[in-house]
Structures are given as structure tokens and as C-alpha cells.
């Protein structure tokens, strides 16, 4: 596999009144061109994430937004689950390593601050099984019922669940686009307001607007490049959609599978890795995916974390970004944002929240209650 | 380029009233991989088109539905514009292409039957520029405004649109998944009320439900079935998303530069092209096509249809299959329905409607006013 990033480029994220998708799509494709030291007219392909841009802001062709803004003449929509973005890069990566493409732009761009809390509800459930969601489920719902299996299973606690926000959002500080920079203690998170029981407030990731754009190119563009990491696998994992048909709903399936292909597809093994950004859209999904990764044995992901081995400065650095708890979650941004955290990382401009070292990454996303998961694996260039 | 198709299965398009989004794709995609004569097992990956599920049924994760119906690891949505069919296969290509997948399948999928009329006409202008939605501009009335111009600087009759109908409900009648079985003939056509001045009922496509899917596969996998077609060559191609930015909105440029890159990418000539499907989601549509793809000079389309030559025994046969006229056009489906109309043609199992001796077939979408289009050029196995 032969591709590379050479460039990185977002808004904040956050709620963006002022700016609607066509504004993010610019702002943050015209950094990431910038920073690659191309011109747009070097970018042949655009493969742009989108989930809800129909049902929130009327507008479902993204992609052409995008191909209209840009000038560029071959673009696609990647949507279905949060773990769009992850794949429009793994789709970009193959067009480029087809040779089809020379460079191609990943924007990754959602706005949903336009809408009610009870709109965002019934529509995030769209992601999720109809059966579940026509009875009453919620995401949040589902993600309860799994953490309390969690509990019942592996005797995971509520504190180490605010370890999770804890570190995530101590990481977020750290992170010029995140949403939430703001410092939680573990007693903030445990007195916070229930969503679901025992799911609260400071275990869930926020629904943000936000575009992240990254330019991935072929060896011979990546060359004359400064700064650059390689792709150097993908993998991609599926699980029953209804949460009920699984046999065990305290494990994400669809990650397990997904890293094993990944790691499979770059020839490494899970000790190559040295630090993640996983898909914590609730405190009890980042335990869960550092157990499906293999971080953790299962049921041990709680522990992992309450013993700082995910810290910026632990074992296995587990989303030094602040992952979505921290930055927010612009739903199909996110996979593209992880890109971004690795190419910070990995080319050692990551500044307060650089991880020592870092050679190799990999990045996870899953969709609504964990139907699919997307993994892309990130490595230095030396 | 190295991918065939092997196999193909389609419902019927229609109301599909007693049919969901998984029963659509669950019929499509046996019939594909029975088809195929291979297992579900010899599938590694997923490409669903689906532009409307969120608005439409509350599901917006397409993909994991088909993933979970057929269990499949890799799954991605494709959505955006009405091509997204056609794109849906580009990507499978480029990912067989590429070495990364074995076996891929292409469903495209819509489910439009549960909305009324008037959420309809909403949803589509989710395809065309906000601005120009936003001042109450249709699908329908900037396709009206096209034919104005086409009119005024061609002087295109209502008589030559008309001929595009007859031709293609003509041809539907011998296609077993078409629609509308219905002879119609050009006074009927001209006598029909009007949408949009100078556009009426029978000069329009209907928005329909429908699945149709393919299976892509590599050369290894093609040798041991009996009956294939290549895909030859791919092209994209962007115009300005808002009507009202282009410089002659009497062209389809998107469509013109798709059909440039196509044939380059084949490395052929437009005379190496046997018969075509194109995008006539208005009679218009069908003219400025057969225009924009260089079968007649620019303003020639409307006599091009007129004199036949469009016809099933014509120089260039354009939409044997019945087109969307005839068909029925369910948004994303349609490009992968093209393709299935490739197959039985170039495999020269078209029954009546059969192209004499064809041997390439180049199938193009557009998306919503022609923001994008996508062109596949497929090729027959001898």
C-alpha cells in the first residue's frame, strides 16, 4: 500500500452559528491545501463524509458542495455510520494506490448544532437498528444497556468510566480545535447529570459541527513533500446492527475484526503501535474498543484506564487528541480528525500533548452502536 | 484497469409498498450472487449507493443494513447525488483494482414510495444549489429553464422531447424490471399536463423504489465464470453546483468531461461505443446528454432522437433499457441498474430489446441538475 498524508487542515470544532457546510468545507480544505504546499489544482479526486447534511441543513449532496467550492471534477460521498471519515480515507488510499489518483482531499464535515436535542436523538438512531430504534432505543439507551452488562460482567465502576473524561478532556486542553476545553475531575464526572442510567452527561460525546480535511497523495507527490506519514494499513469490521442480536453486547465485534485487518493489511502486530485514537462516543466505548484492540484484555479495559497506561504519558497514549469526548463529534469529521491527530503526531508537531516517540498510530471509528468499524493505521517517515 | 462483472439482480422498480430498504437489498443481492454462480462467502466487501434512507425510512446507515443482511466485513455508503450508483462501482473497482478486495457488491438502493408529492419535490432540491432551492427553484423548474434556453438557441421542439419518451417506454416494455410498461406515443406525450413549463408528465422520471446490485470481481475470479463483461473505463465530471453560475446552461459540461475521462481511461474513441445509457430524468436531460457525450453536435440531440437514431436498430442506441422514463429512477439505483443493462446486453442475453452485435457500452449518470456526473464504459468478454 502506497499512499501518504502531506497535509492537515480544520476548524474547530464546536457550534459554528456563523458558518454553515459550504463555510467549514473551505476553510478547512483551503488549510489542509495550504499546509500541504500544493495548489488545488494538484488535487484531482475529493472524497467527502457527510452523514446528516439532508436531514439537518437540506443539503444531501455534500460531495458536490465540495467539487463546486474546490474546482475539482472527481468527488464522492462517503456517509452510513460515524465511521464515515475513516473511510472515505481508506477509499481515497485505494483510488491513490490504483493509481487512478495522484492526490486526492479527505474532507470529513457535519453541522448539526442547526437542530433540536430531540431532533438529534430520533435522528442519530437513523444509524442504529430500525427494530430498536421504533422501540424506543437511543443510542444512549443501547450504550447503557451495554455498559451495565460491562458492570455485571467485569465489575467495571463508574470511576473508572470518569477516568476516561478525565483524560480525555485534560488531553482536549491541549488541542487547539477541540470543542470542550475544560478540566473534569473524576468527582464532576460521577455527580453529573444521568442520560441514561449509568451513562451521564460527562460519559457522552457531544453531537459539534466541524470539517477536517487532510490531502492524501501518491510516493512520487509525498517525495517532494516536508512533512508526510504513510498509510500503512486499513481494516474494516461488521457486528449485527440490533444491538440485541449479539451475543455479547459488553464486546465490540466489529472493532476486534476491524484491527485484526488492519494490522493484518500493514504486517504489524499490536506492539508496533504506539498510541491510538479511538471511537469514545460514551466513557464505556473507549473501554470497550481498548479491549477489542487488544490493549486490554476483555473486561480489563476499566482497569487499563484508571491506571493511567492510556495517559499521554502511559503504555499505549489512548486519544492524546481528547478523541470525541473532548473535540466533539461531528459525526463523518471524525475519522478525518484522527488523521489529523496522527499527522501532528507522528511528524512530532503535536506540541504539549506530543506523544514521546511516536512512530505508529492507529485510528478507530465505529458506527452508531457499533454495526461497523473502520481502523487506519498511520506511520512516521523517517 | 482489471474488474468484471459476473453477475447481476435487480427487484422490479415500483411501489414496492409491502418492501423495506432490507428486503430490497436482501432479493437484489441473492439474485446478483446467484447470478454470479459464487457464495456470499467469496464477497470481501460491500459498496452501497443510497442517497435518501435517512430522509425517507429513518435509516441512514444503509450499508450496515446490507452488512448485516449478507454478513460482510467491509461495508461503505456511498451517497451524494443521484450517480452515486455509477460511483458505487467506481469505488469497487478501484478497490479490486487495487488488490485489496476479491470480490465486491454493488447495491444500489432507494426506498421513495413513503413520502408524499410535495416532501418529494423538497427532498430532491436537497440535490441542487441551497441558494437556488432556497428562492423556491424545483428539480423540475431548472430543468424547465434549460429546455427554455435549448429552445431559444437550438430551436428544440416539444415534439423532439416528446420522441424521447415514446422511444423509451418503447424499450421498457421489453425490460422486465422497468416501471412503466406503457406505450405511449408523442401526441399522448405533448398532451400530457405539464410539470414545470415547457416539461410535462411524460417528458419526467419518476422518483421510484427499487435494489439493483452487481458483482465485481478480479480477473482470477472472472476466468471461472461463464458469463462477464470488463469495465473498461471510468470518468467523473463537476459543473458549477447553482444553475444560475453557468456560463450556457443549455450544456451539461459535467457530463462532457466525464465522458473525455471515461473514454481516456479506456484509451477509446466515441466510435468504439456500441449503444449507451444515459441520465434522461427529463426528456431534456436525454437531448443535452446525447449532446454532451458527443453523439450529436451541441443543439443536434433533439433531431438526433427524432431521426431514429437513438432507436433500438439506430446508429447509437440510447437507453435500450427504457432509461429512467421507463425504468423508473430510483436515485441510486440507477447507476447500478445501467450496469446490469450493460450486462444482458453485452452478454447478449437482452431478449427483444437486444443491440445487434454490441460490444461496448458506455453508461452515464448526473447528479441532481448536473452538479456531477459519472461515466463507466463496459466491455465485452470474447
Chains 1, 2 share one sequence.
Not at 463555510?23 to 446528516?52: L, P, Q, W
Not at 470543542?179 to 464526572?189: G, H
Not at 442480536?245 to 504486517?267: D, F, H, M, Q, Y
Amino acid at each position: 500500500m502506497c499512499a501518504y498524508i502531506i497535509g492537515a487542515g480544520s476548524t474547530r470544532f464546536g457550534e459554528h452559528w456563523e458558518l454553515g457546510i459550504r463555510n467549514m468545507i473551505s476553510y478547512a480544505s483551503r488549510k489542509a491545501i495550504e499546509h500541504a504546499g500544493i495548489k488545488t489544482e494538484n488535487i484531482d479526486s475529493a472524497f467527502v463524509a457527510n452523514c446528516f447534511g439532508s436531514l439537518i441543513t437540506g443539503q444531501s449532496n455534500v460531495s458536490a458542495i465540495a467539487g463546486d467550492e474546490l474546482g475539482i471534477q472527481n468527488t464522492v460521498q462517503i456517509s452510513g455510520g460515524d465511521d464515515a471519515g475513516s473511510r472515505a480515507i481508506m477509499h481515497a488510499v485505494n483510488m491513490v494506490d490504483s493509481g487512478k489518483s495522484k492526490a486526492a482531499i479527505v474532507i470529513g464535515v457535519e453541522k448539526t448544532s442547526d437542530i433540536s436535542s430531540s431532533q438529534m436523538l430520533r435522528m442519530i438512531s437513523h444509524m442504529t437498528s430500525s427494530e430498536e430504534a421504533a422501540s424506543g432505543a437511543t443510542l444512549a439507551s443501547l450504550y447503557a444497556m451495554m455498559t451495565k452488562k460491562h458492570m455485571w460482567l467485569y465489575g467495571t465502576t463508574e470511576e473508572q468510566m470518569a477516568m476516561s473524561s478525565v483524560k480525555n478532556h485534560s488531553n482536549a486542553m491541549k488541542n487547539e480545535i477541540s470543542q470542550f476545553k475544560i478540566s473534569v475531575t473524576k468527582e464532576k464526572v460521577i455527580a453529573s447529570p444521568i442520560v441514561a442510567d449509568p451513562l451521564r452527561v460527562l460519559n457522552s460525546a457531544v453531537a459539534s459541527d466541524g470539517c477536517s480535511a487532510v490531502i492524501i497523495c501518491n510516493e512520487a507527490m509525498a517525495k517532494k513533500s516536508m512533512e508526510k506519514i504513510r498509510i500503512a494499513g486499513m481494516g474494516s469490521g461488521a457486528d449485527y446492527l440490533a444491538v440485541a442480536s449479539r451475543e455479547n453486547i459488553a464486546e465490540l465485534n466489529a472493532v476486534k475484526t476491524a484491527v485484526e485487518n488492519a494490522l493484518k493489511s500493514a504486517g504489524m502486530k499490536l506492539r508496533d503501535i504506539d498510541f491510538a485514537e479511538v471511537h469514545d462516543v460514551f466513557s464505556i466505548a473507549e473501554i470497550m474498543c481498548i479491549e477489542a484492540m487488544g490493549f486490554a484484555k476483555a473486561g480489563e479495559g476499566g482497569k487499563f484506564i484508571k491506571e493511567g497506561h492510556g495517559n499521554l504519558d502511559g503504555k499505549i497514549p489512548i486519544n492524546p487528541s481528547g478523541g470525541l469526548k473532548g473535540c466533539g463529534h461531528p459525526f463523518a469529521a471524525t475519522g478525518v480528525r484522527q488523521a489529523i491527530e496522527a499527522f501532528y503526531q507522528l511528524t512530532g508537531n503535536a506540541g504539549e500533548r506530543q506523544v514521546k516517540n511516536a512512530k505508529c498510530c492507529i485510528a478507530q471509528t465505529l458506527s452508531g452502536s457499533g454495526s461497523s468499524a473502520a481502523v487506519n493505521i498511520f506511520q512516521r517517515v523517517d
